[in-house]
């Protein structure tokens, strides 16, 4: 039995990069277009990505979850937890886009405060998930109605996004979280989509971390 589901794993790069940003805005310079650039570029990779599992989940996983056993009251107070992220990821999203066209120093502190209140809605809304959910998905990873569901989600990005995804979730991934990615998604299709398709990331957005 897998220790981590791909769910956790997915849930450890969203965690990493909203330390990122705020670390980085903590540290960007007023009038510093150049990395406010640079950070732009990575918000529009997470905004994406953030979009896209939560989207998935609602269309995807819920529909299968309660189809497995899941009760409708979780359900119900993981979409609240969904709809108050969503307004936090709008603020920071318009927040962001404000830094990138012109970062003044107000810009750059309300950029901020904002991911700190993304951030807040999210880590609550994770560990929620997780705590909930996640020994029910071990327990019935061998589930049909669990795989299907699981295939179903990996269809959600299709080569290059695909490659930029698996670059992603791994960038600063732990050894568990690594290993239970190889356990859930087959090796060669974690290095033909990583190292064919993920280039873009590596060019454009890993460097912004570094």
Known sequence: MAEMSMNRVIHGAFRRDLNRFDSALATLAA????????LGVAWD???????????????????AL???GVSEELITQLDAEHDK????????NEA??????????????????????????AVEHLDH?????EPFLLENENNPIIKS????????FKPPEAGVFFAWVQDGATSDENDALR????????????RVFGGKYRRTIAPVWR
Request: glycine share 8%; no cysteine; charged share 30%.
């Open 183 to 194: 356990r859930t998604v087959p090796g060669p299709v974690i290095m033909i989509m990583g």
């Open 85 to 92: 992220m969503a307004k936090a990821l709008d603020a920071a």
């Open 149 to 156: 569901m699981g295939r179903e989600m990996g269809r959600e």
């Open 129 to 133: 998930e997780e705590a909930e959910l």
């Open 66 to 68: 309660r189809k497995a």
């Open 45 to 63: 990779n997470f905004y994406k990505q953030l979009t896209v599992h939560h989207h998935s989940e609602h269309r995807i996983a819920w529909p």
């Open 96 to 121: 962001m886009r404000t830094v990138r066209r012109t970062p003044t120093a107000e810009d750059i502190k309300n950029a901020r405060e904002a991911i700190g209140a993304l951030r807040t809605a």
């Open 31 to 38: 009038g510093d277009s150049r990395r406010a650039g640079q």
